[in-house]
Each structure stands twice: as C-alpha cells, then as structure tokens.
Nanobody
Framework: QVQLVESGGGLVQAGGSLRLSCAAS????????MDWFRQAPGKEREFVAA????????YYADSVKGRFTITRDNAKNTVYLQMNSLKPEDTAVYYC?????????????????????WGQGTQVTVSS
C-alpha cells in the first residue's frame, strides 16, 4: 500500500510558477508509475501528467504540455510537478496518484489512466 501527501500549492498570479511535491510512504513507490491529476469545482477530474516507475517515460495533457514538468526522486520517495506560466484555468485541487501501469502502457493503448491510491490534494489558485 502507498500513502501519498501533496504539498506546495498556493495562490499565484497568472504567469507565475509553483512546484508541487508528493511524498510517498510504502515499499511499492519505486515500482509504481505516478500521476498528477486535478479537479476544479463543478468539473470532471482531469489528467495532468504521468511518469513511469523509472522516470524514463513521461506523458502530459495537451493543456499543460510545454508548461508543466513531472519528475521523481525514488531515493526520496517523492514525485514533483513543476508548473510554469500558470493560467487562471489551471486553478484546481491537484492530486498525485499511484498509476496501475508501471510503464504507462495505457497511453499507447489509448485508455484512460487508472489509479490504486491518491492523496488528499493541494489547492492551486491562479489569479488573473
């Protein structure tokens, strides 16, 4: 089992940057792909980014490609989301999640990601 705790959210002006962190406990972190997803009030959950268990493969939603970067440090059991050039439409609660597919095979299969565990989330608010 993996327990996940997000941090790093806050209020930022449009064009600014934030770095989210997700600290994981549990022996399976280093063998799990990790994702970030977000949910804004009244909206569906939205995939943001994913990184394979080794860190060699990453995948991004079109809405954040070129602005967000996902990385991981398996020695620290932590996954990060660097968010640059933030826009008001990025406002949401951001969650990290343990992906069921260690190598993100769902991307090639054209399937949505599926999660075993996720954290409590961290609020990101971008003002215009």
């Amino acid at each position: 089992q993996v327990q996940l705790v997000e941090s790093g959210g806050g209020l930022v002006q449009a064009g600014g940057s934030l770095r989210l962190s997700c600290a994981a406990s549990g022996r399976t972190f280093s063998s799990s792909a990790m994702d970030w997803f977000r949910q804004a009030p009244g909206k569906e959950r939205e995939f943001v980014a994913a990184i394979s268990w080794s860190g060699s493969r990453t995948y991004y939603a079109d809405s954040v490609k070129g602005r967000f970067t996902i990385t991981r440090d398996n020695a620290k059991n932590t996954v990060y989301l660097q968010m640059n050039s933030l826009k008001p439409e990025d406002t949401a609660v951001y969650y990290c999640a343990a992906d069921r597919s260690p190598n993100l095979s769902w991307v090639v299969a054209g399937q949505p990601p599926r999660y075993d565990y996720w954290g409590q989330g961290t609020q990101v608010t971008v003002s215009s």
